[in-house]
């Protein structure tokens, strides 16, 4: 079992940052890719990011790449998605989840999930 812990959400304005980590326990961390997914008021849960287990392979959406940064650090196992440049398109809960593939993006291949994190940007 691996289970997942987000922080760093909150209230911000348009045009800040913000800082989201997943601190991992249970399992050996570097033995899952980990995703960043994200579910808007009234929407579906969306893919944001994925890194692989080595850090070395990222991957992002087309609404998000250029503005947000996914990393992990397997020594403390964390992951953090920094997020730069929000809009209120991006207020939405912030989920973290882990696969035991190398990388995915589809949520049905992320096997543990975290109880998400509550990110609001107001204009």
């Known amino acids: 079992q691996v289970q997942l812990v987000e922080s760093g959400g909150g209230l911000v304005e348009a045009g800040d940052s913000l800082m989201l980590s997943c601190v991992s326990s249970?399992?050996?961390?570097?033995?899952?890719?980990v995703g960043w997914f994200r579910q808007g008021p009234g929407k579906g849960r969306d893919f944001v990011a994925v890194?692989?287990?080595?850090?070395?392979?990222?991957y992002y959406s087309k609404s998000v790449k250029g503005r947000f940064t996914i990393s992990r650090d397997n020594a403390k196992n964390t992951a953090y998605l920094r997020m730069n440049s929000l809009n209120p398109g991006d207020t939405a809960v912030y989920y973290c989840?882990?696969?035991?593939?190398?990388?995915?993006?589809?949520?049905?291949?992320?096997?543990?999930w975290g109880q998400g994190t509550q990110v609001t940007v107001s204009s």
């Open positions: 249970g399992r050996t961390f570097s033995d899952y890719g």
């Open positions: 989840a882990a696969t035991s593939r190398d990388v995915a993006t589809a949520m049905p291949d992320f096997e543990y």
């Open positions: 890194i692989n287990r080595s850090g070395r392979s990222l």
